[in-house]
């Protein structure tokens, strides 16, 4: 199993930019697609970005395509999220995961591990 911490979360205006990132420990991280996933109270955990576990294949919500990017340091066990152009629509509980083989997938079911999560919070 694998722990994973997210950070990086907070309040921001819309427009502005915020980065999280999420630190795995246990088992191999390097060997496997890692994903960010967000979910506001009531509502589904929804896909939001996925890379290869080499790091060179990524996903993309249609919501968030052009705004976001996913990327991968397999040196520090690390998987970011660089998030710019914020919406308020962005506002959510962001969540880290690691999926459960080598496939990279965009949904939850195929993931085996989950972070704690961070809060952002985009004030309009």
């Known amino acids: 199993q694998v722990q994973l911490v997210e950070s990086g979360g907070g309040l921001v205006q819309a427009g502005g930019s915020l980065r999280l990132s999420c630190v795995a420990s246990?088992?191999?991280?390097?060997?496997?697609?890692m994903g960010w996933f967000r979910q506001v109270p009531g509502k589904e955990r929804e896909f939001v970005a996925a890379?290869?576990?080499?790091?060179?294949?990524?996903n993309y919500a249609d919501s968030v395509k052009g705004r976001f990017t996913i990327s991968r340091d397999n040196a520090k066990n690390t998987v970011y999220l660089q998030m710019n152009s914020l919406k308020p629509e962005d506002t959510a509980l962001y969540y880290c995961?690691?999926?459960?083989?080598?496939?990279?997938?965009?949904?939850?079911?195929?993931?085996?591990?989950w972070g704690q999560g961070t809060q952002v919070t985009v004030s309009s």
């Open positions: 890379i290869s576990w080499t790091g060179d294949s990524m």
């Open positions: 246990g088992r191999a991280f390097s060997n496997y697609p």
């Open positions: 995961a690691r999926a459960k083989d080598r496939y990279t997938s965009i949904k939850s079911s195929s993931y085996a591990d």
